[in-house]
């Protein structure tokens, strides 16, 4: 952590969910309406345009940071994925968040846990296929987020989207009292969408990954005016390859909300990609909006 980045010493950090309901409990005593922002660290910009809309539409706006191991495959890094709670930390506080609350694995996942939530038909297909139990993983712990934290309001970055639309459905299905605010993508200047994994990125690989966005616009384009979208897939799919992308997991255009597969663009829909560059697994979305 440099200098520039000190935490300031009355910055709460909850580490228990009795600590965490102290201070919602308390704003919401103060008729304060509260924003939680689900996180698993490593925070960037993206993250913390999450806080920034937050601070919009409450007074008061917790951050968790939990890397939920539930969520990550065996193969997959959960292990190496980066961990950095005091610069987090200190990121929060200078954007105005009010607290963090940073529980371990204990005390998400105490001896005994038995509890899975699902969400059948927006979790299948696209990463779904990909990350078996993946959504499950998610599902799970963005609810008892929810259930620890109580907001009137909790965020969740549109890069994410097929996550974004479980979140949707699972706080409908299970009647959980909490709107749901999905928030634009923040991009690089060359459009990559900013993400944790980019990090795990050589430079040659960072100069090739602007080519996801790129292809994704061009074709979201073209679909929006009427283009089959097979054509586009099959265009999209070889400009990644050509463009040094070892493989494409899928290339997709689904209804917005639903996530059913479309062939022609009629109402709105969207574009969605993951992809790997060498080893690290980049993924990314579009809206398509019939013209
Ligand atoms: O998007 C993420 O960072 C995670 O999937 C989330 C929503 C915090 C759940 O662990």
Not at 222 to 239: I, N, P, R, Y
Request: aromatic content about 6%; overall charge neutral.
């Amino acid at each position: 952590m440099n200098a520039a980045m000190t935490l300031p010493s009355t910055f709460p950090i909850c580490r228990s969910v009795a600590a965490l309901r102290q201070y919602v409990g308390e704003w919401h005593r103060q008729g304060l309406r509260v924003a939680l922002v689900p996180t698993m660290g490593a925070l960037h910009a993206g993250h913390l345009s999450l806080v920034a809309r937050g601070l919009h539409l409450a007074d008061r706006v917790v951050t968790s940071v939990f890397v939920n191991p539930i969520q990550f495959g065996p193969k997959e890094d959960f292990a190496a994925y980066p961990r950095r709670e005091a610069e987090d930390a200190a990121l929060l506080a200078k954007a105005g968040a009010h607290a963090l609350y940073a529980p371990t694995v204990d005390v998400m996942y105490p001896e005994g846990f038995s509890t899975t939530v699902t969400v059948d038909g927006v979790s299948e297909g696209l990463c779904g296929a990909f990350r078996p139990g993946h959504f499950a993983g998610v599902a799970t712990v963005v609810s008892k987020l929810l259930l620890q934290a109580g907001p009137d309001v909790a965020l969740f970055g549109e890069k994410d989207y097929q996550q974004l639309q479980v979140i949707r459905r699972m706080v409908r299905d299970l009647d959980i009292p909490v709107h749901i605010e999905g928030v634009p993508t923040v991009r690089e200047a060359d459009g990559l969408a900013l993400s944790s994994r980019n990090a795990y990125l050589s430079a040659e690989q960072r100069s090739v990954a602007p080519t996801l966005h790129q292809t994704l616009a061009t074709a979201a384009d073209h679909l929006a005016k009427g283009t089959a979208v097979d054509t586009e897939v099959a265009w999209g799919t070889s400009q990644l390859l050509a463009a040094g992308f070892a493989s494409v997991d899928y290339l997709e255009v689904r209804d917005a909300v639903t996530l059913k597969p479309v062939s022609v663009v009629e109402r709105p829909a969207r574009i969605l990609v993951a992809a790997y560059l060498g080893k690290t697994r980049l993924i990314d979305n579009q809206a398509v909006v019939p013209a």
